[in-house]
């Protein structure tokens, strides 16, 4: 751990150094929150404050058309209750890819990268201070892999509809090459702000018990099953982001396929709409909801849908905070057998940027 | 599955709709503003072009150099002013833009400038550089001449 700090430190120390002899950026991005939470049920409140993750994030011009981009991120983690420790910090490594613009707009890069599943993954990554909304989809806590380690052909921008690529291999969910996951994205930009997307993952699993967390949060339970297993995504995305209203739609259906219980189809659906008044100032309603099938190994078969409203202000552009009220229950007539207690939240989220 | 065909219904039918009500933006640049290049493509460029390169849309000249885009940026008028001009935005939303550009890896960041005088100090230093001047009188080095046609 010292090492890490270490490494940051010298980081920061010498970037004024480095950066006046070339195209170097150092940035820095975090977040500080305080949530409630309120069950129903047993007429229980929890609230507190919480640490946010800490990231900095470096990219600069290795010449020749090589650059280099990286994430390094600082999370503060609270174990489980029983266990003998009860918080700690844990480093990791986000991003750190080197990226060959080899013509025009189309690039191979090289590194552990988010996957560009949906708009959200590909634009947001951990910076909080971009998010719309103060958490991510809850897609992102059962379907989607978060990250991965590879290769991938990038194009961007290209003819008039801005059309752009990206075809990734990389190593699989079990974290190696020997069955290389696949995803092939695309996406349109027909007018400024405007961005449509269409995505496909594909992942053969010899050892769904052996499968890495997706993300920090992750709820996935690979003790449901130590089989083989096909597991797909198939994602759309539609994001208009304008001087005054503002709409993000993010649907992810997920296919887990196993010998023994065939075909299992879940889905997600995350849906944001904001409307800014005088850049500053962005109330927004979201809703989300979440089905995984009763056969699905992979993520369990869980029912969620939570709804609510919020506000953004916008202090600088690296300076916010959103205060958002979502009330948590599952989807009417679906069962499952991981049913969500009904339950409150209420979070006020600092996000900001240092740069 | 009824879920999953009734989302993918209203996912495409909202698409539709607000793609119906997109906005296409393309005009002239008054003449307070004036682009200049150093060793980029010799060509005569729309408006349009050149806003899509400002904006980042394009990573590398044909000659082969990098884009590297130069902003004349402070808290002043003439920055408020080309940033309407140029990106249709207020100068907070342009940090803003050029921030998720940059860390989303999708562009590199533009060089700040000051003062008219520093953006072609930088111009005359960096090859593959578009800068954007306000208001300049001074005089520039006619090779970093940028011919801008009207809208397409």
Redesign the interface.
């Given at each position: 751990m010292k090492f890490n700090y270490l490494f940051f430190f010298t980081l920061i120390l010498s970037s004024n150094f480095i950066l006046a002899q070339s195209?170097f950026?150092v940035?820095g991005?975090g977040s500080i929150d305080y949530e409630a939470e309120y069950h129903e049920d047993d007429e229980e409140l929890e609230l507190g404050f919480k640490l946010g993750e800490q990231s900095l994030?470096v990219?600069g011009?290795m010449g020749n058309?090589f650059?280099f981009?990286g994430e390094f991120a600082i999370n503060y983690s609270v174990s489980p209750h029983g266990s003998t420790s009860t918080s700690s910090f844990v480093t990791s490594v986000r991003?750190a890819?080197i990226?060959y613009?080899y013509?025009?707009?189309h690039?191979l890069i090289i590194g552990q990268?988010h996957t560009p599943t949906n708009y959200w993954n590909?634009?947001?990554?951990h910076?909080r201070v971009?998010y719309p909304t103060a958490d991510r989809p809850l897609a992102f806590t059962y379907f989607l892999p978060i990250h991965s380690l590879g290769i991938r052909a990038q194009g961007?921008?290209l003819g008039k509809l801005?059309f752009g690529y990206d075809i990734q291999s990389g190593n699989s969910l079990e974290g190696d090459g020997t069955n290389p996951s696949f995803i092939a994205a695309l996406h349109i930009k027909?007018?400024?702000g405007?961005r449509?997307g269409a995505s496909y993952y594909y992942d053969h699993i010899t050892d769904n018990s052996a499968v890495h967390h997706m993300h920090q949060e992750s709820h996935l339970n690979s003790s449901l099953y130590n089989g083989s297993m096909d597991y797909q995504l198939i994602s759309?995305s539609?994001a208009?982001f304008e001087?005054q209203l503002e709409?993000l739609?993010e649907?992810t259906?997920a296919f887990a396929r196993t010998d023994s219980l065939g075909m299992a189809?879940s889905?997600s659906?995350y849906l944001y709409v904001g409307y800014n008044i005088k850049?500053k100032y962005t109330p927004y309603v979201v809703c989300d909801?979440l089905?995984s099938a009763e056969n699905d190994l992979r993520n369990g078969a869980f029912n969620r849908l939570k709804y609510g409203v919020g506000y953004k202000h916008?202090f600088?552009?690296?300076l916010n905070v959103k205060c958002q009220l979502e009330y948590y229950t599952s989807?009417q007539n679906?069962t499952s057998n991981n049913m969500v207690p009904n339950h409150y939240e209420f979070t006020i989220q600092l996000a900001y940027?240092i740069? | 599955m009824l879920y999953f065909k009734s989302s993918i219904t209203v996912f495409v039918t909202v698409a539709f709709l607000l793609l119906m009500n997109g906005n296409c933006y393309g005009q002239n640049y008054s003449s307070r503003i004036s682009i200049y290049g150093n060793s980029i493509d010799e060509k005569p460029y729309s408006t349009s072009e050149i806003g899509a390169i400002l904006k980042g849309q394009k990573s590398r000249w044909k000659n082969g150099n990098s884009v590297l885009i130069i902003l004349r940026f402070t808290q002043d008028e003439q920055t408020q002013y080309m940033a309407q001009q140029i990106y249709n935005k207020s100068v907070q939303a342009v940090r803003k833009y050029w921030l998720g550009l940059v860390f989303s890896g999708r562009s590199s960041a533009p060089l700040f400038a000051e003062s008219n005088e520093e953006v072609l100090d930088l111009l005359k230093k960096n090859k593959g550089a578009i800068a954007v001047f306000v208001d300049y009188k001074g005089k520039i080095p006619t090779e970093f001449k940028v011919e801008i046609t009207n809208p397409d």
């Open positions: 195209n950026n940035k991005f994030f990219s011009d058309k650059s981009l991003r890819r990226k613009n013509a025009g707009n690039s990268m590909d634009v947001y990554y910076a971009f961007q921008n801005n027909p007018t400024d405007m449509i759309f539609f208009r001087k709409i739609d649907f259906t189809q889905y659906n850049e909801f089905h916008q600088t552009p690296i989807i679906l940027a740069f | -």
